[in-house]
């Protein structure tokens, strides 16, 4: 049904103009929403720490995870201590706000944290409450700076800056809002973000170089079992397996697959819900056969992953206008910094 759905929002049809009521009633949701904020009749939460917001305005996958692992990075590199929150989409804590740790089983928390607080090291709060996860980290980390993955639209959460990711393949679909269409909120509302990033193929970069974008490049296969690296070779003689299954259970699993068509895999392909459950059995078709998947699908995988089950690492590249603006917003957190600091 999910993939009927996404069929209809991103190609051109006569038939959308169907839900066009139904996209302009919740433009006026919309708007009214934002009017009480503005209005200050719905109370924002301020903090005394800056907060980033990463996010997107259209429903699935836009490359968020892998961003914020790279902006995060960036940001130290500046000398900025960083506390990410999430709301934990797709986890089954009860009890907020939850910081996650290594002893924090995914499923409870989530994989999205999961795979940051694994791939940085960093404290990584899960709340569904995003101003009340802000106060929580300042209280028990002091950090310099709040990442919030996700939490463009939870406006009760204050923010210093707003970053938009957009997907250059699927853009915005039809352009109307769900459940016409893929957006979350009016086209508009990019004008209120500091900066709109794409996260497009790394052919399409040199052509656009004066506009913020990054690409995902695939480095390497990493065992699931051992954490053995193999670098992601053109050459399937160098590959540990000749052909697999090729498993991913993400917001945009086609971008996955053009992964691994650029990488020259020789794969079936199996598509799960964004952030789905995996279960041993989900695999009991595949026997011993080789098995690759997401960095994101690995982590719930790892405690009965075969011996030949993989995940695909990617890097981020951004362009130099995305490092540009990232330097640009760095300077302005570490005069942010000083200025706390002389309080």
């Known amino acids: 049904m999910q993939k009927i759905i996404e069929g209809f929002w991103y190609r051109d049809s006569l038939l959308k103009w169907l839900l066009w009521p139904v996209h302009l009633f919740m ?30 305005i259209t429903l699935g996958g836009t490359g968020k995870t892998p961003f914020i692992n790279w902006l995060v990075r960036a940001l130290q590199d500046k000398s900025l201590s960083v506390v990410v929150i999430s709301r934990g989409y797709g986890g089954t804590a009860q009890n907020f706000p939850l910081t996650v740790t290594d002893s924090v089983d995914v499923n409870i928390c989530g994989d999205e944290p999961k795979m940051l607080q694994q791939s940085l090291n960093i404290p990584v709060i899960v709340d569904p409450e995003r101003s009340r996860a802000v106060d929580f980290a300042i209280t028990q980390f002091q950090p310099d700076v709040i990442v919030s993955d996700d939490g463009l639209q939870h406006y009760k959460m204050a ?21 016409a269409g893929p957006l979350r909120e009016p086209l508009s509302r990019l004008k209120q973000c500091d900066l709109i990033i794409t996260n497009t193929s790394a052919k399409d970069i ?10 995902t490049q695939a480095i390497s296969l990493v065992n699931i079992k051992s954490n053995e690296a193999v670098q992601v070779s053109l050459d399937r003689a160098a590959r540990p397996f000749k052909s697999c299954n090729a498993v991913c259970g993400i917001g945009n699993p086609d971008k996955f697959r053009q992964t691994l068509i650029q990488n020259d895999f020789d794969f ?18 595949f026997a011993e056969q080789a098995v690759l998947m997401t960095e994101k699908d690995a982590i719930k995988c790892k ?11 990617i890097d981020t590249v951004p362009n130099a206008a995305l490092i540009q603006a990232i330097n640009k917003l760095s300077a302005r957190l570490l005069e942010i910094k000083h200025e706390q600091s002389l309080d």
Request: hydrophobic fraction near 40%.
């Open 27 to 56: 433009c006026l949701l919309y708007g009214l929403r934002r009017l009480l904020y503005r209005a200050k009749l719905f109370q924002q939460k301020a903090s005394k720490t800056p907060v980033v917001v990463v996010g997107n």
């Open 159 to 179: 923010r210093n800056f707003e970053i938009c990711i957009v997907d250059g393949l699927r853009q915005f679909g039809n352009q109307f809002m769900m459940p």
């Open 206 to 215: 040199p052509e656009k170089e004066s506009q913020p974008q990054f690409s």
């Open 268 to 285: 079936d392909f199996f598509s799960f819900p964004d952030h789905y459950h995996f279960k041993q059995s989900d695999f009991s078709d």
């Open 303 to 313: 405690s009965f992953a075969k011996e030949n089950w993989w995940f695909l690492k």
